[in-house]
């Protein structure tokens, strides 16, 4: 019987790396974003092995009809929750609501939302073999706050204890609980995103530090945490750089 797992955030960085990676290992992945276009074009490159649903986690309406229609083609057997994003770098006494408001309705109240719908039918075992799982990509930033991150790091700490709780909550469920933190990625928007498109404050971020993490390198850790047999829960993964000791302790060339 072929898995199938549902990949937010599809359509570019970690989401992307992470549903080319899982149709390599067999899987067939159903791929969710907001950018069709995008969607498309990787589903086209990817064959049968991949298809999509246009989904904005942080709407209701658009979650609930990508999820209707998943379900209807057939069982899940994973969710991996990539879709997050990062708003401004400003100290806590100027920093924007609207950015706030932002990174908590993505990084935590979007991945609620997609993952409260999908959990029965990740626990069908009649369905999908022996139980399903719930893979969260979270962030060390939800470990280690730092200056001018407070918004950034408190979704993403909320995001890190709703996977520890979830997993406390359902001992006992045929269900799998797993969280991947990572440090700093080099993607092609995140900083980008952040900074509002500003291209020199995105850049420096990476300035001289040799091999930042890649998206691949993320998907990799969710491809082998997922291929663990279903009695084996990794409960946690956190993976940086060889270069970054921790986001104060990054070493960086002249």
Do not use: H
Not at 90 to 107: G, I, T
Not at 123 to 149: C, F, H, M, R, W
């Amino acid at each position: 019987m072929t898995k199938r797992v549902v990949v937010t955030g599809a359509s570019s960085g970690i989401g992307q790396a992470t549903t080319r990676r899982l149709v390599a290992e067999g899987w067939q992945v159903v791929a969710l974003a907001r950018r069709e276009d995008r969607l498309k074009a990787l589903a086209t490159q990817l064959g049968g092995a991949c298809s999509y649903q246009v989904c904005d986690i942080t709407d209701e309406e658009s979650t609930q009809a990508a999820v209707d229609a998943i379900l209807a083609a057939g069982p899940v057997k994973a969710l991996v929750n990539c879709s997050g994003a990062a708003r401004g770098k400003d100290p806590v006494a100027s920093a924007s609501l609207d950015d706030w408001r932002q990174m908590y309705e993505l990084n935590v109240l979007g991945t609620l939302r997609i993952t409260q719908k999908l959990l029965p039918a990740l626990k069908d075992t009649a369905a999908n073999q022996g139980g399903g799982t719930v893979l969260i990509i979270s962030s060390t930033a939800g470990i280690e706050p730092y200056e001018g991150g407070a918004g950034y790091c408190a979704s993403k700490s909320a995001e890190r204890i709703m996977a520890r709780v979830l997993r406390l909550e359902q001992i006992g469920q045929p269900l799998r609980v797993i969280d991947i933190a990572p440090g700093m990625v080099q993607t092609e928007e995140f900083s980008l995103k952040r900074f509002g498109g500003d291209r020199s404050k995105a850049a420096s971020v990476y300035q001289g530090v040799p091999s930042p993490l890649t998206a691949d390198d993320v998907a990799d850790c969710a491809a082998w945490a997922l291929a663990q047999p279903d009695r084996v829960d990794i409960d946690q993964i956190v993976v940086r750089p060889r270069a970054e000791g921790s986001y104060t302790k990054v070493f960086r060339q002249s």
